[in-house]
């Protein structure tokens, strides 16, 4: 079992900056890949930003240039991802989502609002 625990967001005025960090623990060894996902009202879950193991991302196109993702693994009990967004538009709000991929199994956190109006 993979745990995953979401911090960092809030709200912010557009054009502003937020941090994501999503701690994974647990049997976090053979993880492939860390990423984050969106969901806003009355729409359906989408893809932020993905990293593998190798260090390979993947964005969508909407957050190129203003998002970046990267993570950090300690040891073999804990690895965090970070979601850095800057530039923030309206449009990116949302609930934002920690996805852990182990073994093709996927481990999802429990979300964090992000907000952004003046």
């Known amino acids: 079992q993979v745990q995953l625990v979401e911090s960092g967001g809030g709200l912010v005025q557009p054009g502003g900056s937020l941090r994501l960090s999503c701690v994974a623990t647990?049997?976090?060894?053979?993880?492939?890949?860390m990423g984050w996902y969106r969901q806003a009202p009355g729409k359906q879950r989408e893809l932020v930003a993905l990293?593998?193991?190798?260090?390979?991302?993947?964005?969508?196109d909407s957050v190129k240039g203003r998002f970046t993702i990267s993570t950090i693994s300690r040891d073999n009990a804990k690895n965090t991802v970070y979601l850095q967004m800057n530039s923030l538009k309206p449009e990116d709000t949302a609930v934002y989502y920690c996805?852990?991929?182990?073994?093709?199994?996927?481990?999802w956190g429990q979300g964090t609002q992000v907000t952004v109006s003046s």
């Open positions: 996805k852990a991929v182990r073994s093709l199994t996927s481990y």
């Open positions: 647990g049997s976090i060894f053979s993880m492939n890949a």
């Open positions: 990293i593998t193991t190798s260090a390979v991302t993947n964005y969508a």
